[in-house]
């Protein structure tokens, strides 16, 4: 079981990370919401919880608890510029449907 990150993706969060001046990583999970059933959770860890699954890309840790990397595994972490947007783009291959606005997904 693996999640990993693109370079531009760990450029990002690393750079965030030095600019909050702490933080070991950042917490990928998955939680209820949405239209479809799930939505993704990601925030900055400052604290590594001893049931957490710990994926290291880049000089970035990625930790995830073990019940959201059944929904995760496989996912690449992208971050993007598209125009006047920017951010991080899910690339899960266990998705089966989102819904339309992209919030929400199921697996």
Do not use: W
């Not at 990583?25 to 479809?36: D, F, H, K």
């Amino acid at each position: 079981m693996s999640v990993t990150l693109t370079e531009a993706a760990a450029n990002h969060v690393r750079s965030f990370l030095e600019n909050r001046g702490q933080g070991v990583g950042i917490r990928l999970g998955v939680r209820t919401s949405g239209c479809s059933g799930m939505a993704y959770v990601l925030e900055f860890a400052d604290e590594q919880e001893e049931d957490d699954q710990v994926f290291e890309e880049h000089g970035v840790k990625v930790l995830v608890d073990p019940k959201s990397l059944l929904y995760l595994d496989g996912t690449e972490l992208d971050y993007t510029k598209e125009g006047l947007n920017e951010g991080f783009k899910f690339n899960n291959p266990n998705v089966k449907d989102a819904c339309g606005c992209g919030e929400s997904f199921n697996v």
